[in-house]
């Protein structure tokens, strides 16, 4: 029902909505009492955030609590590691002759990568640009460390969060853990390095490229990074501004432009009559891939490709950010899901400089977790929770 609907920018009218649970129930076969359940969960974990579903292009469900908004726009950490993923799928497509062997392309040379010359490590000349999206590169992240499937614990991991590990002068000298492609680590540099290649085959900021060719034919509203960062060592310029878009996250961007983000990703790269990321490379995003044999992470998303969370498809993925924000995709049932989530620091305007257009009310002000043990995995409980309430399974567009 929603393959050919693709909805306007929010000035111009925005998502089609249906409000009445009935008509929800019949049209969009969505339980909207066990999403108001999910809804009272996520809010047992985290202080502020939101809960947001389209599905066959409707947007069915939109509530918030404490920051939440739909015009928020909070530091989304780790969500913004997709966007560089996408941003690289839009470069091969469209620069396909600077990247002759494509996501097999080595990338640690003086024409992607020349800031990382002369190499540290030999085997780093190895590393390829789809090992560096998916993490599997070889570079030292943190626990813990998979290895054909086998979970384990190494030594020394790295400092990987915070925005010192988005930068140039720390992702280029990250050491190896293990050959490219022996093992699977999260590292957050392995997602900057990509947005420096973005960079350097552009010829501009990942940032820029990214309103030019995904977020201006989506129809996004205001949006940007957290790109001010006064008490971080190096990479910034006398007025605390990071010099380079954060490939390693930080983004910020409105909720319902959220939604337009994974319905992208649902439409296999296409949004309208327009081919934005090859099909080929949107479905590797929801997919164990190649380059990755070891866990369950394709192109900057988590997949759930082996079943490990139970009533989900197979084809779901997702990808989080610390503070429980979570994008979900869900092919099969035609299902967006946006989880806006946060803390008190990541709402602070300083951080992007950009406005805030509405007022909050101090009711989370006090606010405190949840039992752990009732919380236990957010991410992955909450879309199973929304999953439950798809009570007509046909996932026709």
């Known amino acids: 029902?929603?393959?050919?609907?693709?909805?306007?920018?929010?000035?111009?009218?925005?998502?089609?909505?249906?409000?009445?649970?009935?008509?929800?129930?019949?049209?969009?076969?969505?339980?909207?009492?066990?999403?108001?359940?999910?809804?009272d969960y996520i809010q047992q974990t985290t202080q502020h955030g939101g809960?947001?579903?389209?599905?066959?292009?409707?947007?069915?469900?939109?509530?918030?609590?404490?920051?939440?908004?739909?015009?928020?726009?909070?530091?989304?950490?780790?969500c913004g590691?997709?966007?560089?993923?996408?941003?690289?799928?839009?470069?091969?497509?469209?620069?396909a002759a600077q990247f002759p062997d494509g996501l097999d392309q080595k990338v640690f040379t003086a024409k992607y990568l020349p800031d990382t010359l002369?190499?540290?490590?030999?085997?780093?000349?190895?590393?390829?640009?789809?090992?560096?999206?998916?993490?599997?590169?070889?570079?030292?992240?943190?626990?813990?460390?998979?290895?054909?499937?086998?979970?384990?614990?190494w030594e020394n991991p790295t400092e990987d969060n915070g925005p010192y590990s988005t930068t140039d002068g720390f992702a280029t000298k990250?050491?190896?853990?293990?050959?490219?492609?022996?093992?699977?680590?999260?590292?957050?540099?392995?997602?900057h390095l990509p947005a420096m290649i973005v960079r350097k085959q552009t010829g501009m900021e990942m940032e820029e490229y990214m309103r030019q060719k995904l977020t201006k034919p989506l129809g996004f509203g205001t949006w940007g990074y957290a790109m001010y960062r006064p008490k971080l060592k190096g990479g910034i310029d006398a007025d605390g501004r990071m010099f380079h878009t954060p490939g390693g996250g930080s983004i910020a961007v409105r909720s319902t432009d959220m939604l337009r983000f994974g319905y992208l990703m649902l439409h296999e790269g296409r949004w309208g009559k327009e081919q934005i990321l090859t099909p080929e490379f949107a479905r590797m995003c929801g997919r164990m891939v190649k380059y990755n044999p070891h866990f369950t992470h394709s192109f900057n998303f988590n997949v759930n490709e082996d079943k490990h969370l139970n009533g989900v498809p197979?084809?779901?993925?997702?990808?989080?950010?610390?503070g429980g924000y979570a994008i979900y995709v869900v092919p099969s049932l035609d299902l967006v899901i946006w989880k806006l989530g946060g803390n008190e620091g990541q709402y602070d305007p300083a951080l992007t400089r950009l406005p805030v257009k509405y007022t909050y009310d101090g009711s989370r002000d006090n606010w405190k977790p949840g039992d752990p043990k009732?919380?236990?995995?957010?991410?992955?409980?909450?879309?199973?929770?929304?999953?439950?309430?798809?009570?007509?399974a046909k996932g026709a567009k």
Request: hydrophobic share 40%.
């Open 374 to 392: 009732v919380i236990g995995d957010a991410t992955g409980k909450t879309l199973q929770m929304v999953v439950a309430a798809v009570v007509d």
């Open 1 to 39: 029902m929603g393959a050919d609907y693709f909805p306007p920018p929010d000035s111009a009218g925005g998502w089609r909505t249906l409000k009445d649970p009935a008509q929800i129930r019949a049209t969009a076969g969505i339980d909207v009492k066990k999403l108001d359940e999910a809804f």
């Open 314 to 322: 197979g084809d779901a993925f997702w990808k989080g950010g610390s």
């Open 118 to 153: 002369p190499l540290d490590d030999p085997r780093k000349a190895q590393i390829t640009l789809g090992q560096l999206l998916a993490m599997s590169a070889g570079i030292r992240g943190t626990n813990p460390v998979y290895v054909k499937g086998v979970k384990q614990t």
């Open 51 to 78: 809960l947001l579903v389209v599905r066959h292009g409707h947007l069915i469900y939109e509530r918030y609590f404490g920051r939440g908004h739909r015009e928020a726009l909070p530091e989304l950490a780790s």
């Open 81 to 95: 590691k997709a966007f560089t993923s996408v941003a690289v799928g839009i470069m091969l497509r469209e620069k």
């Open 174 to 191: 990250q050491t190896l853990w293990c050959a490219p492609g022996d093992c699977y680590s999260y590292a957050t540099s392995s997602s």
